[in-house]
């Protein structure tokens, strides 16, 4: 494939859209390209290379001719249709939860696990997004020091539900800054329609659904997923998930557990050296990663590095990454590349 008919699908979602703006920007050698969505969007046209593209409704005869599948539009979609297009002739890169844990289908990170794309039957899965944000810190670390356990926070951002979460952050902004309310009256009247709470001015330790054992499916990928990626059987996660009023990238606060002594110099030095993540660490002069600053940008980013004081060979830290981008869009146009 040197200039592979590229469909995506799901093309008007944000992760959709982030998609077709990597493909662009990172200049991937798209001899053709098909949109796909719901009937409700076919017609619409999206811009690439300065040509308008028309959305074509999401059929199983959708991937005539198409070599490279990128899917975003949830595991109902991926689970009915990704079959098509492998039956097809194309390779699915699926964004959703329906392919992750088949022990069939490579679950890929390009800077950790590139080699395991090549075991593909069809179908590649793109990781959940506080999954990899969290792991671009963690595996370099985990090549030096062997990673046991880790206890994490993340706080993510409302654009990792979707359009519709977006827009009920900002309205609920607005509809308290209209109203001119004191600061300590910030509870809006209104019901929410997306989250089971208002989430402006608020912070839900609600993402996803609640199992048996009191976490929630979220809060288990990163053990699961975290072992399939990094071929590490034993790790252990325990994770707490946060959906915070931030509008674009997830921020993980992890203090994890090594085989090996860890301190915040060596795991600089590890760090500074990895693909794909910037080191931002001067607390002294306020110098750590925001949400704010990692939006838009490919590289995750880490800091707040320091010795773990209630573990032995621990290491706190802060992660943080663009959930769009390598969580999901930027993420699977990499699995892609290495497809060409």
Known sequence: MTQPH???????????????????RRNFPVGKLTLLASARSAGKKLTFRGEEHPIQELTP????????????????ISRDFAPHAVKAGAVVVDNSSAFRMDDTVPLVVPEINAADAKNHRGIIANPNCSTAIALMALYPLHQAFGVKRVFASTYQ??????????????????????????????????????????IAFNALPHVDSFMDSGYTKEEMKMENEGRKIMHHPAFKASV?????????????????EFEKPITAASARAVLEKAAGLDVIDDPANKQYPLALDIAGRDNCAVGRLRADCAMENGLAFWVVGDQLLKGAALNAVQIAELLV
Not at 10 to 19: D, F, K, P
Not at 180 to 193: E, F, G, N, V
């Open 6 to 24: 590229v469909a995506i699908v799901g093309a008007t979602g944000a992760v959709g859209i982030e998609m077709l703006r990597c493909l662009e």
């Open 61 to 76: 005869e959708s991937f005539a001719g198409v070599n490279i599948a990128l899917f975003s539009a949830g595991g109902g």
């Open 157 to 198: 951002a409302v654009s990792g539900t979707g359009a519709q979460a977006i827009e009920e952050l900002a309205s609920q902004s607005r509809a308290w800054a209209a109203e001119a309310r004191a600061w300590d009256d910030a509870k809006l009247s209104t019901p929410p329609q997306v989250y089971p709470h208002q």
């Open 240 to 256: 707490t998930c946060v959906r915070v009023p931030v509008f674009r990238s997830h921020s993980i606060a992890i203090s994890a």
